[in-house]
């Protein structure tokens, strides 16, 4: 089963993003993000594999990751008077299809005319520096032409737009240009030449997708890369995004590197093949994989309620040591009731558990929080430790008869949910109040809790 996106195509239908911060320029990146995400609209759905299943893969992913890490490339937009509340602001972007849709009819039509210029480049033969240089740029423009083609869908877009290759065809002829590295230090210098003189970068953690898991290996890429560039820790204060990730091939790993500013623009890639020697050492693979497939898979998102739930530093991919002070954040733009379920891997299995909040299971989002960040308790990181993945369950109805059953667990003070926990991210979702009127939706985050 794999996951298919739908486009909801709104037709002449203005969307609007709203956001409240301490400063006029985070309620704007807040506004946003809140924008970027209202487009974006995921249905579980069970198709049959097709020839395109590879391709449409690719494609899913590098939505999910631009709208839950960036801001998707907004065109067209407007902003209406800022709002100043005590210490607050509060912004409102507005974008309008009417308006907009000619600008993305604009910028796909010069991908497009990019990338048919690029395909000549995917046969074998002529120089091989110039062709490398030429299919890593195709590569990124594949990325950015994805993202436009599917805002513009969404807005209600009616022209097709196609091109003559596609990421599994430019990721074959890079494999052959590319040099296969046993050594992960040496790898990684090579291929970050073209980066090295950007500054005030924020170094994501590699993920293998669907899982956000940091694995060892994800730390030891994320901790050379930080020494290796001009970096920022701080996720608000970044100029541009350095999301990577990999995959695993029959003879080795893939390492693709993406430069990213905070509009969505791809500044530049890498891809880098690396021989079993330069990972096997690390762990790589996450301990999550099967949940984190099954919760990619039917993530419940509404088209009109937006829920966001993240660390401190607005990150969704969190890692702890022992002592360190955990801490989340949530917001929505309704109000709404929410609980959270959280899912501890180890080497017995999958451990679910519902969260206890400050009352009871249930949290709440009143209508003077809506689009404010609302901060939850801190907890002390200690045993056990490993992965977890937290699922946030919000509706605007009543959710107390749609807990799951739990029991106390007297030997950590947990409520575990009973039943068989690798089916427990299925049956939260089925226990959500069907009726019309109803919005639900869901996000997740995953947090890496170690010794040392």
């Known amino acids: 089963m794999i996951c298919l996106m739908v486009f909801c195509q709104l037709g002449g239908q203005v969307l609007k993003g709203e956001a409240w911060g301490d400063s006029e320029d985070r309620a704007r990146n807040g506004a946003l993000a809140s924008l970027s ?58 974008l309008d299809p009417a308006r907009a849709l000619s600008l993305y009819e604009d910028r796909l039509s010069a991908l497009q005319k ?46 097709t737009y196609t091109v003559p290759l596609t990421q599994s065809q430019i990721s074959s002829a890079l494999h052959k240009l590319t040099a296969t590295f046993d050594d992960l230090e040496l790898a990684l210098k090579h291929h970050i030449t073209r980066i090295i003189n950007y500054s005030m970068i924020y170094v994501h953690y590699p993920a293998l997708y669907p899982s956000k898991e940091v694995t060892q290996f994800s730390r030891i890429v994320r ?137 009871g299971f249930i949290g709440r989002i009143n209508s003077d929080q809506v689009n404010r960040w609302i901060q939850l308790p801190e907890f002390e990181v200690i045993e056990p430790f490993g992965v977890e993945t937290l699922q946030v369950i919000a509706s605007t109805g009543d959710l107390s008869k749609s807990l799951p059953p739990v029991v106390r667990d007297h030997k950590n003070g947990l409520y575990k949910i009973t039943g068989d926990p690798s089916t427990a991210v299925f049956r939260t ?11 639900t939706a869901e996000a997740t985050l995953t947090m890496t809790l170690m010794e040392k």
């Open 37 to 94: 995400q209202s487009i974006y609209v995921k249905v579980e759905t069970t198709i049959t594999a097709t020839e395109g299943e590879e391709n449409f893969r690719a494609f899913a992913r590098t939505v999910k990751e631009v709208t839950t890490t960036s801001n998707l490339p907004l065109l067209g937009t407007t902003f209406t008077p800022v709002e100043k509340k005590g210490r607050e602001f509060k912004v409102t972007v507005m």
């Open 114 to 159: 990019d990338l048919d210029e690029a395909a000549q480049f995917l046969k074998d033969g002529g120089d091989a520096v110039l062709r490398y240089n030429r299919l890593i740029k195709a590569n990124g423009e594949l990325e950015e032409f994805d993202i436009y083609r599917f805002i513009y869908l969404a807005l209600g877009g009616k022209k």
């Open 223 to 359: 901790d050379r890369l930080i020494a290796m560039l001009k970096v920022t820790e701080n996720l608000e204060q970044a100029q541009y995004h350095l999301r990577s990730s990999y995959e695993i091939t029959e003879e080795g790993m893939v390492l693709t590197l993406r430069l990213v500013s905070p509009e969505g623009k791809i500044e530049q890639a890498e891809f880098i093949r690396l021989s079993p020697p330069a990972y096997q050492a690390y762990r790589y693979m996450p301990s999550n994989f099967d949940v984190a497939q099954s919760i990619a898979s039917g993530e419940l998102i509404s088209n009109k309620l937006l829920v966001q739930f993240s660390g401190l530093d607005g990150s969704d991919q969190l890692f702890f040591v022992k002592g360190d002070l955990a801490g989340f954040k949530i917001r929505a733009n309704m109000p709404v009731e929410y609980y959270i379920i959280g899912h501890n891997y180890s080497a017995e299995g999958v451990y679910s558990y519902l969260l206890p909040l400050k009352s």
């Open 429 to 439: 979702r089925g226990l959500t109040p069907p009726q019309e009127e109803v919005e």
